[in-house]
């Protein structure tokens, strides 16, 4: 399962990093959703990976797993999926504008 | 203090959640009571750092959770003066956006401005590394509203870049807090430095790796080379005052650095030792090259001036990454001065360039209405930013030059006055094209309101380079006594109460 979650994180965050690096809106906006998704499972994962156990502890369960990094990966989801809404929000704005989706700047804009 | 230490991220929050519910269909008002509000920040700031400068480290403990479990903001005398100069900046900047009528041009520019000052004051305070993150979100998302505050094309497509570079920097972040917590087990700074010196050998490698994220994202936000693509065009497009008050954003990369890289990742770290100041410090001067150059070939006065504001974190950086007390104070005291020279500098930009329609520096130009006052005033701040005497730019750089010892003394001391000189060089020619050449044109401008408002701000912000200069030794006491709180983080340790569990 380690290697899994490793290979997740890893393919994700390759996805992520080339479709960044392509110069239009649409392309950029997932690939930040899939870095922040690989990022997020990769908080997961930090605390160690522990199946079918809960995140309290309860006399009746055998043990627990690691709450912390559960309310570290809510807040995380949290802030980047607002952090896209702005993100779409001023690229439409920025289409609008100038009436195409390029994200680079041209030589007198910059 | 008690309760106080929390009041510079909820005076704020308030205040901006207030002034977006209730005032935002009256500009009067709005203005009034968000002025007010900094003000007020402004005196409560005043008051921590004298209680800072007294008592020593304070814990705030949030929900009264203790240490290493629940969240803390600490003030010390590093971040009450940090937060003392945000809410000094931030009153004077925010009498210019009025005075000059930014504000009125969109709708939200004091509630997000409110918003803002919360995130860069959390940042200064927080003492717990996942906290840090949440407030460089707010403090970003607040940015990203006021960067394209009232519009236009260039600024909104400058705004995406923007907004894009950060989010990678907040992925990154994310990363670099997950590996520290999956090999420490804890994410509050005090507990992580006195955690990490016991660190099995076997997890060095994790723990360097986090570190260097962690250098990567402080260097986004400082716009240190490599990470520096983002300044210029973000600086440029954005509104006149919202550049001016970014220079304290640049500063919150310098402060988590200093902050991080003293109490967490100090250089008798066994699994890290020098390693960050081995990386710091080229970068800083490869920093220091391209903003310099980039003054000398900026083709509007906003470039020349974003590029000047990447220089400074340049030169700032360059002190920082010695690592010495007597270095850090002299990069506090430099710090102060940059912040300040860099908002009056973008100020004065955006004098020019409402009255001109244009800051290109590549035709001259009829006169400018105020044509006198406005070169005057350029000439003061250009003196200031590119570190000449009379004024604390100078000062600050000597000390600079001063505390570096060692086999690097030639090389950063070369580096620095060679920028220096290219500094210059690039001061003159805008000031020139833009100010002394202009008589010879005919024509003359259309012309403008006489704003004097925006004056005052300009005037206050130079009257507080001066009084930094004027009081530069007891100013450089204090900060040596905070260099050395930072290099010696006992006293910070023990005021989170580790050990009561």
Redesign the interface.
């Known amino acids: 399962m380690e290697l899994l979650v490793a290979m997740a994180v890893g393919l994700m965050t390759a996805v992520g990093i080339y479709l960044?690096l392509r110069l239009r809106?649409f392309p950029?906006i997932v690939g930040?959703a899939m870095?922040?998704y690989?990022?997020n499972v990769?908080?997961f994962?930090?605390?160690?990976i522990v199946a079918g156990l809960p995140p309290i502890l309860s006399p009746d369960a055998a043990g627990y797993t690691d709450p912390?990094?559960q309310a570290?990966v809510l807040?995380?989801i949290v802030?980047?999926f607002?952090?896209?809404a702005?993100?779409v929000m001023?690229?439409l704005?920025?289409f609008l504008?100038?009436g195409d989706d390029r994200?680079?700047?041209e030589g007198?804009?910059? | 203090m008690g309760h106080w230490i929390i009041t510079p991220v909820v005076l704020p929050a308030v205040m901006g959640a207030f002034s977006v519910l209730l005032l935002r269909n009256d500009l009067g008002l709005s203005r009034i009571f968000s002025t007010a509000a900094t003000a007020l920040l402004l005196a409560i700031t005043g008051l921590l750092l004298h209680a800072a400068s007294v008592n020593g480290p304070e814990v705030y403990f949030l929900g009264n959770w203790p240490a290493p479990f629940g969240i803390v903001l600490v003030l010390d005398r590093l971040s009450a003066l940090m937060l003392m100069l945000t809410a000094l900046l931030a009153l004077v900047v925010q009498l210019y956006a009025i005075g000059s009528g930014w504000d009125a041009r969109g709708k939200h520019f004091h509630a997000l401005w409110q918003f803002q000052l919360m995130g860069v004051c959390g940042a200064f305070l927080t003492g717990d590394a996942f906290n840090l993150f949440v407030f460089f979100e707010v403090l970003l998302i607040a940015s990203y509203g006021l960067m394209i505050h009232a519009g236009g094309r260039d600024r909104l497509k400058a705004g995406v870049q923007y907004v894009a570079f950060n989010l990678v920097g907040s992925t990154l972040f994310l990363f670099a807090l997950a590996t520290i917590y999956s090999v420490t087990g804890t994410l509050n700074m005090a507990d992580l430095a006195v955690k990490l010196p016991d660190l099995p050998a076997g997890d060095f490698a994790l723990i360097r790796t986090a570190g260097v994220m962690l250098l990567m994202v402080f260097a986004i936000k400082g716009a240190l080379v490599p990470l520096h693509f983002w300044l210029p065009a973000t600086y440029a497009q954005a509104p006149g005052p919202v550049s001016a008050l970014f220079a304290v954003m640049t500063k919150v990369g310098a402060y988590a650095v200093i902050r991080c890289y003293t109490l967490i990742f100090p250089d008798t770290l066994p699994a890290t030792g020098a390693l960050f100041a081995d990386l710091l410090l080229p970068a800083a001067i490869v920093t220091l090259a391209v903003g310099a150059l980039g003054m000398l070939g900026a083709s509007s006065l906003q470039r020349l001036v974003a590029f000047g504001a990447i220089t400074s974190m340049g030169t700032l950086f360059v002190a920082i990454a010695q690592f010495t007390p007597q270095a850090t104070g002299a990069a506090l005291y430099y710090m102060l001065h940059s912040t300040l020279a860099a908002g009056a500098m973008f100020l004065i930009a955006d004098l020019v360039l409402s009255r001109r329609a244009t800051g290109s520096l590549d035709q001259i130009r009829p006169p400018l209405p105020q044509h006198g006052l406005i070169a005057a005033l350029f000439m003061v701040a250009a003196i200031a930013m590119a570190g000449m005497p009379p004024l604390s730019g100078f000062l600050g750089k000597l000390m600079i030059l001063d505390a570096t010892r060692g086999a690097q003394m030639a090389l950063i001391w070369s580096a620095i006055l060679g920028s220096s000189l290219v500094m210059i060089l690039g001061l003159a020619r805008a000031g020139s094209t833009l100010f002394w050449k202009t008589h010879a044109t005919p024509g003359t401008c259309p012309p403008h309101a006489a704003q004097p408002l925006a004056f005052v701000a300009v005037f206050a912000l130079l009257i507080a380079l001066a009084g930094l200069t004027v009081a530069a030794g007891p100013v450089m006491e204090w900060l040596t006594l905070t260099a050395a709180e930072l290099h010696d983080p006992q006293a910070y340790i023990a005021a989170n109460r580790l050990e009561g569990l």
Do not use: K, N, Q, Y
């Open positions: 960044i809106t950029v930040l870095l922040s690989a990022c990769f908080i994962a930090s605390g160690r912390l990094p570290l807040t995380a802030i980047s607002g952090m896209t702005v993100i001023m690229a704005g920025a504008e100038a994200i680079d700047l007198d804009a910059e």
